[in-house]
């Protein structure tokens, strides 16, 4: 069995969509599909794109092979063998724009595009949602957390608590592009080349019949780089005063304590004091980690109380994105093709937020001229040409029509970059250090208001006029 392969990493209904489009020779018909969420994640002000290295090497490595083929004639739709033969051959032969990783994004734009045909369009679907998700939620987490406190270290730590090996190592990667500066996970570290660190856990110190021997031994063992974990018995009666001794054993032998942990208590209270015994030691270059249940909103009350904590080690709260588990990205068909021509199509729902925009849409980042600073996204048709030739635009609100002005000293950034073409990677993918800068960059575009972890000020998407009259138009034929 090779728990590797991700071509099954799909819902029975896609496979069994292809098989009636095969059986009703339609499978070569082309479909337009978008992947975007309707709402921003723990009430922050933008989310962090993330997933598309993980679904650029799926779809690359699409193949059913002969155990996949076997498997899937032994359900009991009955595909026909000619269907199997033709799932032997299978290659994606579509197109695919995407955002980049990093990039900074909104409810309700696509965030990746798909034109194929309908057989190849519908299979992508479960495993696009599913890497684009969590990996988006998980990095936006990741951001927030780095917004509280912007000049600490941060250290991923969930693996243990993670819904399993996948999301523990997609998912310290999400929180490295998004401004974590480690992580625990060594398989991470060496997947992605992502930098590691550990400290020592309790089991550590209760191994030892002394806390200072087990503080010493590992210091010896780990003398460039030991962060000792002092709350085992008691963080400031014997922990810290048992780090300072070997702490300064250590300065005997020409060495230097990085680090000390605390892992339980108040860490407020217990950084404050650690902090006074270590500089009173004249120790003050040993840094203070914290863990324990960490997350952005206690993080932020320990800085509030003064705690002097430099690093950060956050597990369970990050790596489930415990505050809120899910995000509901959503796979929607756009627009099909008919007799050699693209038609958009609409679902509607009596939730207005569901109705579909029909037709493909590209988004444009507009940029003021004047600031640099981003000022909304545009959404429009692909064949409304290029936003970019600088003609005024009307930027237009479909929940706030009263909201439109026009726009003129603008730049507009293409946000959907081609990934694929005629099933061709074109997208030189860039290496996760240079995504990490890309994020930096991205941040630095936007108003401080639209960024704030609380209660943000609404970025808007507006949606080109022209894709707001087919949507009403199509709202209207559908109804009547
Ligand atoms: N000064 C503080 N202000 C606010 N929250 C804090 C403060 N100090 C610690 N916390 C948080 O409070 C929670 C305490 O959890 P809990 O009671 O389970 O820990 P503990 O009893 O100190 O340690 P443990 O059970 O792990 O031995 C943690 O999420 C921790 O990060
Ligand atoms: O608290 P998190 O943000 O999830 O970070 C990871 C936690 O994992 C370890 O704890 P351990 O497995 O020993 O559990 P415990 O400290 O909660 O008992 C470590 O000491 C952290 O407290
Ligand atoms: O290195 C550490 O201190 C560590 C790693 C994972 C989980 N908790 C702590």
């Known amino acids: 069995m090779n728990y590797g392969d991700l071509t099954l990493h799909t819902d029975k209904y896609q496979i069994n969509m292809m098989y009636a489009h095969w ?5 070569r018909q082309k479909a337009a599909f978008e992947a975007y ?4 994640p723990f009430g922050n002000g933008f989310a962090v794109f993330a997933g598309l290295g993980r679904f650029v090497e799926y779809v690359r490595g699409l193949r059913f092979d002969d155990e996949t083929l076997r498997y899937l004639a032994e359900q009991e739709e009955g595909y026909e063998s000619a269907f199997l033969d033709k799932l032997a ?10 955002m980049e990783e990093g990039a900074l994004v909104f409810a309700g734009e696509p965030l990746v595009r798909i034109e194929a045909e309908a057989f190849e369009a519908h299979l992508l679907e479960t495993a696009l949602l599913n890497f684009i998700n969590y990996q988006t939620l998980i990095a936006t987490k990741a951001a927030r957390i780095r917004q ?7 250290l991923e730590f969930g693996t243990r608590r993670a819904q399993e090996a996948d999301a523990a190592v997609w998912g310290a990667r999400a929180a490295y592009l998004a401004g974590f500066d480690a992580t625990s996970n060594l398989r991470a570290g060496h997947l992605f080349g992502i930098p590691t660190s550990g400290t020592h856990a309790h089991a550590w ?21 030991v962060t000792l974990l002092v709350d085992t018995y008691d963080t400031l009666r014997s922990g810290v005063p048992n780090a300072i001794r070997v702490a300064k054993w250590m300065e005997d032998q020409g060495w230097r304590m990085q680090g000390i942990r605390l892992d339980s208590g108040d860490l407020a209270y217990l950084s404050k004091e650690a902090r006074a ?7 003050e270059y040993v840094k203070i980690v914290a863990s324990n249940d960490l997350d952005e909103n206690i993080m932020l009350d320990l800085k509030a109380q003064g705690a002097r904590i430099d690093s950060w080690g956050i597990g369970t709260q990050l790596i489930t994105a415990a505050d809120q588990p899910a995000l509901g990205g959503v796979y929607k068909l756009v627009a099909k093709e008919r007799d050699g021509e693209w038609e ?3 679902k509607i729902s009596g939730n207005p937020e569901k109705v579909t925009t029909p037709g493909a849409k590209d988004v444009y980042r507009i940029i003021d ?8 996204d545009y959404v429009a048709l692909t064949d409304e040409g290029d936003v970019r030739s600088g003609e005024p635009i009307e930027l237009f609100d479909p929940a706030h029509p009263y909201l439109n002005r026009t726009v003129s000293d603008y730049e507009a950034l293409p946000m959907l970059t081609p990934v694929f073409r005629r099933g061709e990677l074109v997208y030189g993918q860039p290496d996760l250090t240079a995504i990490r800068s890309g994020h930096r960059r991205q941040l630095a575009m936007f108003r401080r208001e639209h960024l704030r972890k609380l209660n943000p000020e609404h970025y808007p998407v507006y949606l080109s006029v022209k894709a707001w009259k087919q949507k009403t138009e199509l709202i209207r034929k559908r109804k009547t």
């Open 89 to 98: 051959g299978f290659r994606f032969t579509g197109d695919i724009w995407s």
């Open 344 to 346: 958009p199509v609409i």
């Open 37 to 40: 969420f309707r709402k921003l």
């Open 277 to 283: 015994m270590l500089d009173q030691a004249g120790l």
């Open 148 to 154: 509280v406190a912007p000049d600490d270290a941060l």
């Open 23 to 27: 059986r009703n020779g339609t499978d």
């Open 205 to 225: 110190v209760q191994m030892h019949d002394s806390e200072e021997e087990a503080f010493r031994l590992y210091a010896q063992t780990f003398p460039l780089q």
């Open 369 to 376: 001229r004047g600031t640099g600073i981003a000022i909304a």
